[in-house]
């Protein structure tokens, strides 16, 4: 029986059956990707044999739907995230020209407001950020309206107050009303209009006919939950300035408000010190893969900007190899009672150990804005504490006798302690739970491991706040034809057995990028836009769970941000970024 015999619902058998007919897969490319360039050409030449109903654009449209040679019509003017509430009419609006639309408000200004209002206007109408000097010099590609169309001429702002900097508790809502003549965007604190200046930009879109279009609006909107990170390693590859800073500004574009700074680990210590120039001197990798205080502060100052805090991570007292500048900070490691000339963790034992935390923690306390420090306390082993004779005779005397976890709980205690000396909160990685160290009330607990879910249903049950981080380890290499994406989507970090009083306390999440496998070179696409799919999940209504459904959105996201600088590479299949000019280098350092 010819399996050309087949009913016309059964697209993907006759697909199928195709391929298989025409030997596509025993041509000479015997890849997957030259497979697939061979399947339209196939499909074509098999007209004839296509029950009558079914054209090449139905088998198409199939094939498509699972990242073959199909191609996906991104939305236009749809926001990522997607707001809570959002009603849209079928009356258009046509934006004037750049000199004559204007940015104001009503009542309180600030320098936030002001520097957002620049950024905004260049985003909107060329694309870029970079000064309005250079980019006046481009040719304006956009048209006016016409004498019988209705336009846009002005965004009035209303807010209530402008903190200096964002903090775990910042307000972010808002409000935006676009109708004939202008639009107005209300919030009660800088980080709400914020947030709704993204939106406001992302709803504009270019018209059929070449100009800068908006429909009639009205949109209601604010995040699931507090915390939206994003974690960055620096140390097992040191990231370039101008590339965090493009990193920052795609996180404002997802409505991320935090940036992990795993800024030092066992590779290197990039950070520059200014109570410590050894650890930077014998710790990084060299002299240029630095950190000085004027790039922290600068990174501080530009995250401050678009709403974003950032959370420094100092690992210890594993993860802590590069900070072997300092004297009898490590420690030694024997065999068979000889030193073997390596070291192991930072050594609880001496008291000159807490002297030095002390001194750096408050340079460290002092030099980032916000409340919280990422104090580590993952992955510790202890072999070589268990090699040393002074460390054991240590444990002897505290009594502790073979349980390395209680050395560890007692380095940990101490470390927390002086960090509430300092009046810093703390964030950890899940073992500091789990080993039953004592920590205060306040602090964020970031559960990493497998099992997550049950991690997450422990840590709450002891009444702590937990952020998730397991599922969305983004340096995962996969394969995209799978569309990663997708399963990062359908995560949801209150996805756990616990009452309604535990899931209160997860605050978020974050997408991590260690950086085994990524440097400046590759960074930027190796995480956009698969974090886009964590940061609507982060920020949007918890109903909103189909992935199918946003593949459109997240295309158009993708050229977005595609047009504005940030190299997204492309994950929802073929297609193309259709916009009238391409997007220029940003001009991030002076």
């Known amino acids: 029986m010819s399996c050309f015999k087949a009913n016309k619902l059964a697209v993907v058998f ?83 020209k750049p000199e004559s639309f204007k940015f104001t408000f009503d009542s309180k200004n600030c320098d936030l407001l002001q520097t957002a209002f620049t950024r905004y206007y260049n985003v909107i109408f060329y694309g870029t950020q970079e000064t309005p000097q250079v980019i006046k010099k481009q040719a304006y590609p956009w048209r006016s309206p016409t004498a019988n169309e209705t336009s846009l001429s002005s965004l009035i702002v209303t807010m209530e107050t402008c903190p200096e900097y964002p903090t775990l508790s910042s307000n972010e809502n808002y409000t935006i009303s676009i109708a004939v003549g202008n639009a107005r965007l209300k919030a009660e604190s800088i980080w709400g209009v914020l947030r709704g200046l993204e939106t406001f930009s992302q709803i504009i879109y270019e018209s059929s006919d070449g100009g800068l279009a908006v429909n009639v609006t009205t949109i209601t909107d604010y995040p699931r939950f507090a915390h939206r990170g994003l974690l960055l390693d620096t140390s097992r590859h040191f990231i370039e300035l101008p590339t965090l800073l493009a990193n920052l500004d795609a996180m404002a574009y997802n409505k991320f408000n935090v940036f992990h700074w795993h800024i030092v680990d066992d590779q290197s210590f990039p950070y520059q010190s200014s109570k410590f120039p050894e650890l930077s001197n014998e710790g990084a990798y060299d002299q240029r893969h630095i950190y000085t205080q004027d790039d922290v502060s600068l990174v501080i100052a530009y995250a401050r900007e678009r709403g974003i805090r950032v959370v420094p991570e100092y690992d210890t007292p594993g993860h802590s190899q590069s900070w072997g500048s300092i004297k009898d900070l490590l420690t030694p490691c024997y065999k068979d009672g000889k030193p073997t000339g390596t070291f192991g963790p930072i050594n609880p034992t001496l008291n000159s150990t807490y002297v030095f935390l002390k001194d750096f923690f408050a340079e460290v306390v002092a030099k980032y804005a916000d409340h919280y420090i990422h104090m580590g306390g993952d992955e510790v082993s202890f072999d070589c504490w268990k090699s040393n004779s002074a460390i054991t005779a240590f444990m002897k005397e505290k009594g502790f006798n073979d349980d390395y976890a209680k050395l560890e709980e007692y380095y940990l205690q101490n470390l927390l302690e002086i960090m509430s000396e300092l009046k810093a909160g703390y964030m950890v990685w899940q073992e500091v739970i789990d080993n039953g160290v004592k920590v205060r009330n306040d602090t964020v607990v970031e559960v990493w491991k497998g099992g997550y879910t049950s991690e997450m249903a422990k840590v709450t049950k002891e009444g702590y706040r937990a952020i998730l981080s397991s599922p969305w380890y983004l340096n995962y290499v996969v394969n995209p034809y799978i569309q990663a994406w997708k399963t990062y989507y359908n995560v949801d970090p209150q996805n756990f057995t616990g009452t309604a009083a535990q899931k209160s306390l997860v605050i978020g999440g974050e997408a991590c990028m260690w950086a085994e496998y990524v440097d400046t070179t590759n960074i930027i696409q190796r995480f956009w836009p698969r974090a886009s799919a964590v940061g609507e999940r982060l920020w949007s209504s918890k109903d909103l769970t189909d992935a199918n459904a946003a593949t459109g959105r997240l295309a158009e996201h993708r050229c977005r941000m595609v047009r504005r600088g940030i190299q997204a590479e492309p994950v929802t299949g073929p297609g193309f970024c259709s916009y009238e000019w391409h997007s220029r280098s940003h001009q991030y350092l002076p």
Request: aromatic fraction near 6%; hydrophobic fraction near 35%; proline fraction near 7%.
């Open 14 to 96: 006759l697909f199928g059956c195709i391929l298989l007919d025409e030997h596509v897969f025993s041509k000479p490319y015997d890849d997957t990707i030259n497979n697939f360039r061979n399947i339209q050409e196939v499909i074509r030449q098999n007209q004839d044999r296509i029950p009558e109903g079914l054209g090449l654009d139905d088998l198409m449209t199939a094939h498509g739907q699972n990242g073959g040679v199909g191609t996906l019509d991104p939305t236009r003017g749809a926001p990522w995230p997607l707001p809570r509430e959002l009603k849209t009419t079928n009356d258009v609006l046509i934006l004037v």
